[in-house]
């Protein structure tokens, strides 16, 4: 008769579960770099989630034993969810870059609030849809890992409590009551537990009551808030129906961060990183595309009628270098299709 198999040595169906997981997001990490001909130095740079380059080569080897299974699932699946994020566009299009100014000035905004006690930790980032709002949040996401958490609101959250169901999402938690009052305090918990940021992108869809909820949350928990949106977002919060959230604005918040004025040297930057151009091409395109904040991008898209212009330009040059001629060609067709 066959000795009974000690069952101390048995797989643990959950963990082995987590641990093909967590290689499968690794694996699709990797694919991103290779794409991208980064280093393991510069993809660790740009997703802080990843950890070291030596827990990156770790777990993509499937050397897991020593490491919080847990956390770091929850950092991949950021990490894929900002990859994923970028999807759709062509090569080219898809790099963000994060010295544009939209990028920069929120990362100096998140730097200052970081260390604050005091309840004034909300910046409100407000700009027409094209101005670059979401992908300075991205870009934010991608630099911090989980200690910035990015969520989307829509329509729904108008409502505090679906908007408290997604921000325990956003956090890792999956079973949780349907009940406000008990998903106020879950959240709450698990927020004083560890100081995190949490952006909202989409904001300007939150109603009166889940911004007041949103105090509430400022109020009680250590960490940041950004909210990303429209300005119909702080011209709502100055409405009657929104008066009990107006002390978002006038007691918690650190810094108001307006997207709407293009920045030439962005646009500048953007043309010449798209399209490759090294000598002054870029400039003058700039200036076509902005004409003293009259110009067809400031007018109609921002930072994503630069890009428009920027693929017309390199499907009207069919494979040959995009000149000034055809770039100020393509201007007006991507015009005539907004």
């Known amino acids: 008769m066959k000795d009974r198999k000690d069952t101390s040595e048995e797989t643990n169906p959950a963990i082995d579960a987590q641990q093909k997981e967590l290689a499968s997001l690794a694996q699709t990490i990797r694919d991103y770099q290779t794409k991208r001909e980064w280093s393991d130095t510069l993809l660790c740079k740009k997703f802080g ?16 034993e020593e490491l919080d299974l847990e956390r770091w699932l929850l950092e991949y699946r950021s990490v894929v969810n900002l990859i994923t994020a970028e999807a759709g566009a062509d090569t080219q299009d898809e790099q ?24 004034n930790r909300l910046i409100i980032c407000e700009g027409a849809s094209g101005s670059g709002k979401s992908k300075a ?26 908007m408290l ?46 911004l007041n909820m949103l105090k509430t949350l400022i109020n009680q928990t250590p960490g940041e808030f950004i909210l990303f949106g429209l300005k119909t977002l702080l011209n709502r919060l100055e409405t009657k129906a929104f008066q009990e959230a107006l002390q978002l604005t006038r007691n918690r918040m650190a810094e108001r961060i307006s997207f709407d004025k293009l920045d030439a040297h962005d646009v500048e930057m953007l043309v010449k990183r798209r399209l490759g ?32 212009v920027c693929r017309q330009a390199r499907k009207d040059a069919d494979g040959e270098p995009v000149t000034l001629e055809i770039f100020s060609k393509a201007m007006p067709k991507v015009e005539a299709a907004r």
């Open 49 to 64: 989630g990843l950890g070291s380059t030596k827990t990156f080569t770790k777990i993509l080897k499937n050397e897991l």
């Open 96 to 119: 963000v870059f994060d010295d544009l100014s939209t990028c920069s000035r929120l990362r100096v905004a998140f730097l200052d609030i970081m260390n604050v006690r005091g309840n």
């Open 137 to 162: 949040a991205r870009m934010l996401a991608a630099k911090y890992g989980r200690r910035v958490l990015l969520g989307e609101a829509d329509g729904t959250w108008r409502s505090e409590n679906t």
């Open 165 to 210: 169901g997604g921000l325990l999402r956003l956090i890792g938690k999956k079973d949780f009551s349907t009940g406000t009052n008990e998903r106020k305090e879950l959240l709450i918990v698990e927020l004083q537990a560890r100081r995190v940021c949490i952006c909202i992108d989409e904001a300007h869809h939150l109603g009166p009551a889940s």
């Open 277 to 308: 151009w090294l000598n002054g091409e870029g400039a003058k395109a700039a200036r076509m595309l902005i004409l003293d904040g009259k110009g067809p991008a400031q007018r109609l898209g921002h930072l994503a009628f630069v890009d428009a």
